[in-house]
């Protein structure tokens, strides 16, 4: 049988300011939504300096491969992988082997490493 990694990552990063154009263009295409409907969904977001979703729903074994297509107005080192449905925070549990942030129990990939 196939091996089933039922928990899902996203990958998060903060938008550089100054690059928040080139992120509304993104986004509106990955969400097919014009880019005032970007502007107003995600502007608080990214004039705050929260993070943004950039790859949602990946498994364990895509991490690598989608940490390495990090869009360019994503600031360098602030990229962070959570569990998806949580917002990465210190609110949340984080695992330093790993460096992913969970919600429950202990980190999945510590718990349950993919084969
Ligand atoms: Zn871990």
Known sequence: MEFVDPV???VWGRVTPGKVGDFRKWISNKLNISLLAAHQLFGD??????????????????IPAMLSCIPEFIEPGSVVVATTGIYPSKKEKYCEIHNVYFR???CTVCTDPPA
Not at 46 to 62: A, F, Q, R
């Open 8 to 10: 899902e990552f996203s």
């Open 45 to 62: 977001v990214v004039k705050d300096g929260n993070l943004v979703e950039i790859h949602s729903e990946c498994s364990w074994s895509k």
């Open 104 to 106: 429950l129990g202990a």
